[in-house]
């Protein structure tokens, strides 16, 4: 059957991202992916966090699994075929650092198998980690099976901060930052050095043949982008942030060409004003969290972030959408959908009104 989409489809959102990032394009960015309902007989499941863990099914198959899904899926407005690697669950280069990962329950959880001291800390590069060669195992078995026209998004790495706090515990990370900031500083940085030196030979694998990057926000990019973040941050005050994670931050936002940044949870708020002083960082993504009013219910969260001139993820449902793009304007907005094919004609009503087809 094939996946339904070309060369030219590339080209067309290669260009309009890039606008989008310079702030160019004068329409919203919306991408509306329809899954249609198929058979399967096989066992093979489609990769997910409940059977990451399943290193008896090869790559190749793993692959052939997510052909079929894809080959059941429609593409409309800034839609394109991906598959998202957050299936390995967040915060991955914990486990590239030692870190058990623990599915058990249904989704990944990682923790370490020792608790240190954080002078006892000194994180080095673990070539032969299992978890970084079976995504590489599957990059590959991707290249040679679709030949660069599904793009394969980056795994959920996660925050230097939040790493740190999975290897020390929540708790004795906060009395750290008072205790020893500058053990702190040396572990995070350590950290982040091997981040980024993940996330390059990754890259490696992934390139040329990968047609852009993405990550688990679903944003597209042609050049070197992530979703940045530090969930840790929510339990921390602005002064804190400034000391420990806004350097790491707007390195990361320096190393790569685009970047957005998930700001979680109204414990997130107080950073807004120093994450909106970061110069490259491109956008930023409000997830309100669980128990929380819906994304619409922030207005003045959208308009402080309009206010500073970054992009924005929209998060929610349509009418979420609809609510924003009223208040603040659609320009510079980013939302994306997976439905099911009977909402099509709805969905494509909604695209229709922001210019998206």
């Known amino acids: 059957m094939g996946i339904k989409f070309t060369s030219e489809d ?12 310079s702030k160019e394009l004068d329409r919203p960015v919306i991408k509306l992916t329809l899954q249609k309902e198929y058979s399967y ?18 790559a190749e198959d793993v692959v052939e699994r997510i052909n079929l899904d894809l080959e059941n899926q429609e593409y409309y407005g800034d839609a394109f075929p991906m598959f998202n690697f957050d299936v390995f669950g967040p915060g991955l280069v914990g486990a590239f650092l030692g870190a058990e990962l623990d599915n058990s329950t249904g989704k990944v959880w990682l923790a370490f198998p020792e608790k240190l ?7 080095e590069y673990q070539k032969d980690n299992v978890w970084l060669n079976r995504i590489k195992d599957i990059y590959n078995a991707a290249h040679k099976k679709w030949k660069g026209n599904v793009l394969m998004g980056m795994p959920d790495l996660g925050g230097v901060m939040d790493i740190l706090s999975c290897v020390r515990g929540a708790n004795d990370l906060l009395l750290d930052l008072y205790d020893e900031p500058d053990e702190v500083k040396r572990v995070s940085k350590e950290i982040q050095d091997l981040w980024i030196r993940y996330y390059r030979e990754l890259e490696e694998v992934l390139q040329p043949v990968n047609p852009g ?16 973040q530090d969930d840790f941050a929510y339990m921390i005050g602005p002064d804190m942030f400034e000391e420990f994670v806004v350097d790491d931050l707007t390195n990361l936002c320096n190393t ?3 970047t957005l940044y998930h700001l979680d949870g109204k414990g997130q708020l107080n950073h807004l004003p120093q994450l909106m002083a970061i110069e490259s960082l491109g956008a930023i993504q409000w997830c309100p969290g669980d128990m929380a009013p819906s994304c619409k219910e922030w207005m003045d969260v959208y308009r402080s972030i309009r206010k500073s001139g970054k992009n924005m993820q929209i998060l929610g449902d349509e009418t979420d959408f609809a609510a924003i793009a009223k208040e603040i304007g659609a320009k510079g907005l980013y939302q994306g959908f997976t439905r099911p094919y009977a909402q099509k004609e709805r969905m494509l009503r909604h695209m229709e009104q922001y210019g998206v087809r």
Not at 10 to 21: F, L, M, P, Q, V
């Open 213 to 228: 990057y993405s990550d688990w926000s679903g944003l597209y990019s042609s050049q070197p982008s992530y979703v940045v």
């Open 10 to 21: 590339w080209a067309r959102i290669g260009e309009t991202y890039d606008k989008w990032w």
């Open 256 to 258: 790569m060409t685009n």
């Open 117 to 123: 001291e954080l002078k006892d800390m000194h994180f």
């Open 41 to 58: 007989s096989g066992n093979i499941p489609l990769l997910a966090q409940d059977n990451c863990h399943r290193l008896d099914i090869s």
